[in-house]
């Protein structure tokens, strides 16, 4: 019996186990027991097959090398290549391709931890399948490893399993069902080189080609921004990158001071009152937010060949738009990927995350549809929705899901890691060795 089973070793599923190092947690986490489950061969996740670059500035993967529970248990990979290399984009936004290659050194990092300790595993190649409750409190995981059937209990489990692009609005599914399925690509696929291979086939030899991109999120500005920079011998004319949204999307800005200076109008409630920061978790950032300055006018550059079109919600208007491009990519963000959960009669459970709402609550307890939060089931990862509050800041006026690597690894990290030992330390109330209190990080992201 594990004390807890993570399921997902991405950055997401490592935030936990690298916030628990940061506190000095995580060899009495690791003594509990803890089994982690990867369906890649590797630990590290898949991010590094986006062709994109990073919303997060270099330097912030790396801070939690310099904390005082990693700096000497982690000397090693803060001298590696990767780690090198990402020193170098510090103040900038390292390629996504970088990232992932130094989220897979780090994962290496945490694998070694694992097989070191005698009370923990890591199961990588294997395929969670089903959770199912127990009558005594625990949960039990259905699984696959080199082709057999493989059970694990443990008494917590984390739902790491990374996104997944979201459903469009109904109206706009049904838009594009009638439509050539040949000149679509969803933004997810559309970020990958394969994607961009494909975008370049598609575009190539046309006089005047045409993109409609469906949603306002990051996702759409990346896409932009990509479709720009990679085909840069595709000859995209004033507005050929249509992006269709419901409203124009809030942009970061570092301080009050620096949003004002480009006359950009924002609320009181727009800004973090622990950071001072402009749109902090809501803002578009990165290259996204660098290609809507050149669209509106505040960089010296202007850019024409991208438009931002707020009339999504103009079936009519959709339907035009789509039957005049060569490229229709939907981007409508990411929910969280799922399994099968099951109760203590056998029933299926339906999440609130399979009909599209947010997948957890305010202590990542993960949510059913009813609005009924699993004691102790938690998520954490691209997709689940998780509001900040407390001491994680964040501007009053966000409504959306926190989505942050540098979140995972801490303040999320914290909030699931102090769910976590509050049903373990329930069901073991009479061992003498306790986790201790999760500590309060400073806000750097």
């Known amino acids: 019996m594990f004390a807890t089973l993570i399921l997902g070793a991405g950055p997401g599923g490592t935030g936990p186990l690298i916030h628990a190092a940061q506190a000095g947690l995580l060899d009495a986490w690791l003594a509990r027991g803890i089994a982690i489950v990867e369906r890649n061969k590797h630990f590290g996740g898949t991010i590094g097959r986006y062709v994109v670059n990073s919303d997060s500035l270099g330097g912030v993967y790396l801070e939690c090398l310099a904390s005082s529970g990693l700096r000497d248990r982690a000397a090693a990979l803060a001298r590696e290549y990767n780690t090198n290399e990402i020193r170098r984009h510090a103040s900038g936004f390292p390629p996504l391709p970088l990232v992932g290659a130094w989220f897979d050194s780090l994962g290496g990092l945490l694998e070694h931890w694992i097989a070191t300790s005698e009370t923990s595993v890591a199961l990588t190649e294997t395929e969670a399948r089903s959770l199912r409750l127990r009558r005594n409190g625990t949960v039990e995981l259905a699984a696959i490893r080199e082709g057999q059937p493989l059970t694990l209990r443990a008494r917590t489990a984390i739902l790491a399993l990374g996104g997944q692009p979201q459903t469009p609005p109904a109206q ?9 399925p040949s000149r679509v690509i969803q933004s997810d696929a559309l970020l990958t080189a394969e994607g961009m291979s494909r975008a370049h086939a598609m575009l190539s030899g046309r006089k005047s080609p045409r993109v409609v991109i469906l949603g306002g999120s990051h996702s759409a500005y990346s896409a ?3 479709l720009l920079s990679m085909l840069s011998r595709i000859p995209f004319n004033e507005a050929a990158i249509s992006i269709l949204c419901r409203k124009e999307p809030r942009i970061y800005y570092p301080s009050r001071a620096e ?6 109008a924002f609320a009181e409630e ?3 009152p622990r950071t001072g920061r402009v749109n902090r ?3 578009l950032r990165g290259d996204g937010r660098e290609l809507w300055r050149a669209m509106n006018g505040r960089k010296h550059a202007a850019e024409k060949r991208v438009v931002s079109v707020p009339r999504l919600s103009d079936t009519s208007f959709v339907a035009s738009e789509i039957g005049k491009a060569d490229l229709v990519i939907p981007a ?3 929910v969280a990927r799922t399994l099968p959960i099951f109760g203590l009669d056998g029933e299926r459970f339906t999440l609130r995350a399979e009909q599209g709402g947010v997948a957890v609550d305010d202590q990542a307890r993960l949510v059913l549809a009813d609005g009924t939060a699993l004691p102790n089931i938690f998520g954490i990862g691209l997709g689940h929705g998780f509001h900040p509050s407390g001491v994680m800041g964040g501007e009053p006026s966000f409504r959306g899901q926190a989505n942050s690597l540098w979140l995972y690894q801490n303040h999320i990290g914290a909030r699931v890691l102090a769910s976590v030992q509050t049903c373990i330390e329930k069901d073991a109330a009479r061992a003498n060795v306790r986790f201790g209190a999760a500590q309060e990080l400073p806000i750097t992201s």
């Open 281 to 283: 978790m809501a803002g």
């Open 259 to 264: 949003a004002d200076a480009e006359a950009y």
């Open 172 to 180: 706009i599914v049904r838009i594009i069902a009638r439509t050539d």
């Open 332 to 334: 409508f963000g990411y």
């Open 270 to 272: 727009d800004v973090c």
């Open 224 to 226: 932009a921004w990509l």
